[in-house]
């Protein structure tokens, strides 16, 4: 396919997902409602996402284009609306030291399972390639795929087991993101992590892509004696976040099936899964933010095919923080500051985020704002993996 082709299906895309303009005129200054003056934090919370219908929802939420952008209005509102009445309650949201509003994590998870249960239907029809993944107890053939199409259909305990199986990891709060970048940044991983940039390799001759050892002599050399602290932050960022800026503290992001890269790649174990999610996921709701630097440009993470957003919640969050990046980054500040006043030795008084600090907003925002849903039949697996629609 041609580069003019994926510009102009980008531009097509880009348009049909423009947010509708009106919404900033939309917004109304909400003053504490005379029923429940005293509501604050969660129970505000879910006072006010019940006030815009949200969290009444009954099945599965089945989205085109025009009703993602709806779903997403519909939750901007209510967090605006939140944002009016208790925005330390919000921040502590958006940076990972407060739990996320049930109604939030109860939808993205029931539109997961939603998902799933399409993703194990569709590997049940004759007429379909799809292979999954069920673990080393399960062979992979179209025979395993129907019998547990059947088994998943008729047992609710089942579908439990599947959707534990497929689901990697969830929500994490700040608290366990800072530990695991403190034990990355004092390189006291207990394993392998990340990959040696070409930056890192060059300073200490090494191959560029092998993982960082902590046990390994040489690369604790290199870490400690030849990176600046702005430099190890960075070696971080490219595979993991840091606490604050994670998108798993929102309650909204799901890695899925494995977080091997390797696994993912053409004729590997999860590539089925991985074309099938970039076909129908957006249909759920859910959208590949990190598809690489390559795509979306230096300081951000590397493409991470397991990793999926919902986004009517998600996109309604960003877009608060793309609108009011003052209050975010206060809210930021004090929790590195509340984690460094914890970490810092008596001697040291420098921040373990300071690179961080600096690009936050890249970050945050350098991320693929929706993969596309449903592919024109001319475009061939192999280029869906290329075609991301940045806005
Ligand atoms: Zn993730």
């Known amino acids: 396919m041609s580069k003019h082709h994926i510009t102009t299906l980008c531009a097509l895309v880009a348009l049909s997902l423009m947010p509708h303009p009106a919404w900033a005129q939309e917004q109304k200054e909400t003053t504490p409602t005379e029923e429940a003056p005293q509501l604050k934090g969660e129970a505000l919370a879910e006072h006010i996402f019940a006030k ?9 939420l089945k989205f085109d284009e025009k009703k993602l952008l709806a779903r997403k209005a519909l939750w901007k509102d209510a967090i605006w609306e939140l944002s009016t009445q208790d925005p330390d309650y919000l921040h502590a949201w958006l940076v990972g030291q ?13 539109q997961r399972d939603c998902m799933f249960g399409q993703l194990v239907a569709d590997a049940a029809l004759p007429d379909n390639d799809l292979i999954l993944n ?10 395993t795929m129907e019998k547990v199409a059947k088994k998943y259909e008729k047992s609710s305990q089942f579908r439990k087991e599947v959707a534990h199986m497929f689901s990697q990891s969830h929500y994490r709060d700040a608290a366990g993101q800072a530990y695991i970048w403190y034990r990355k940044f004092y390189f006291k991983h207990p394993r392998s992590f990340n990959l040696v ?14 993982s960082w050892k902590p ?19 960075r070696e971080i960022l490219t595979a993991s976040s840091a606490p604050g800026i994670s998108r ?3 309650g909204t992001e799901f890695d899925l099936y494995g977080l091997n890269p390797r696994r993912f790649m053409e004729e590997r174990e999860l590539h089925d899964e991985y074309v099938w999610m970039s076909q129908n996921a957006l249909t759920h709701g859910f959208f590949q933010p990190f598809t690489g630097p390559e795509m979306l440009g230096e300081h951000t993470y590397i493409e991470e095919r397991w990793h999926w957003s919902y986004y009517p919640v998600a996109q309604a969050l960003v877009s608060y923080i793309e609108e009011h990046p003052e209050r975010y980054e206060s809210a930021l500040d004090a929790l590195w500051e509340h984690f460094d006043t914890r970490w810092r030795g008596k001697k040291q008084t420098f921040s ?10 890249d970050y945050v925002f350098h991320t693929a ?10 475009i061939s697996p192999s280029s869906i993996l290329r075609i991301a629609v940045i806005t």
């Open 369 to 378: 704002r929706l993969k596309l849903a449903l592919m024109p039949s001319w």
């Open 52 to 60: 815009h219908n949200l969290g009444t929802t009954e099945g599965c």
């Open 98 to 110: 407060q739990e996320p509003p049930k109604t939030a994590i109860q939808e993205a998870i029931s």
């Open 352 to 361: 373990h985020f300071s690179y961080v600090k600096a690009h936050w907003k």
């Open 134 to 143: 069920y673990g080393d107890k399960y062979r992979q053939s179209k025979h």
């Open 215 to 233: 046990k390994n002599t040489r690369h604790q050399r290199c870490w400690n004696d030849h990176l600046t602290k702005d430099e190890r932050q």
């Open 248 to 250: 798993h503290h929102w």
């Open 197 to 210: 940039s070409n930056q890192a390799a060059e300073k200490c001759g090494f191959t560029p892509g092998v």
